[in-house]
T-cell receptor, first 109, second 114 residues
């Protein structure tokens, strides 16, 4: 079956760095997405990786290793507004998105 | 910039009632879909459409119907609501069905079935 695993919850301190991991097993691979979802709101797009390596976008970076079925989202200089759930999703061989359950990130002052 | 618009935002239904969640997008996207999101679980695909007149089932289609008479609209119908359908529902769209393009979400509909 298809499976996306990510930690349920993480806690970090304002100003610090946090890495959220995602491992996947899917039938085919057409890219991996990270989305941010604040409580009571819709998910919003953060990043997309289809080739191995690191993609940097401001304070956020996303890494992909297709051979290991592994990705991480790196958040630097954490701010209180980064408190949210972070969703990992893989586009499978049919371009359907398979979603992880999300990682709730709690930022403490 | 309307994007993806879904209504209603909140709804309480009695068991056995029917209702329709409306979804419209103004980005001329071919692909539209409906997800439900439950605590501790990932977004689960209910139904999707790759263009007007074409619909298909996702992972959890039972108890739901959809239609796609126009490119813009993709309503989701609950035929006979059950407490197990209490959830948050998201409509989403993207430009090309067979692509890695990012998907855009509506604001969500919180549905409670009592």
């Amino acid at each position: 079956g298809q499976n996306i695993d990510q930690p349920t919850e993480m806690t970090a301190t304002e100003g610090a760095i946090v890495q959220i991991n995602c491992t996947y097993q899917t039938s085919g691979f057409n890219g991996l997405f990270w989305y941010q979802q604040h409580a009571g709101e819709a998910p919003t797009f953060l990043s997309y990786n289809v080739l191995d390596g690191l993609e940097e976008k401001g304070r956020f970076s996303s890494f992909l290793s297709r051979s290991k079925g592994y990705s991480y989202l790196l958040l630097k200089e954490l701010q209180m507004k980064d408190s949210a759930s972070y969703l990992c999703a893989v586009s499978d061989s049919n371009y359907q998105l398979i979603w992880g359950a999300g990682t709730k990130l709690i930022i403490k002052p | 910039n309307a994007g993806v618009t879904q209504t209603p935002k909140f709804q309480v239904l009695k068991t056995g009632q029917s209702m329709t969640l409306q979804c419209a997008q103004d980005m001329n996207h071919e692909y539209m879909s409906w997800y439900r999101q439950d605590p501790g679980m990932g977004l689960r695909l209910i139904h999707y459409s790759v263009g007007a007149g074409i619909t298909d089932q996702g992972e959890v289609p039972n108890g739901y119907n959809v239609s796609r008479s126009t490119t813009e609209d993709f309503p989701l119908r609950l035929l006979s609501a059950a407490p197990s359908q209490t959830s948050v529902y998201f409509c989403a769209s993207k430009g090309q069905p067979d692509s890695g393009n990012t998907i855009y979400f509506g604001e969500g509909s919180w549905l409670t079935v009592v």
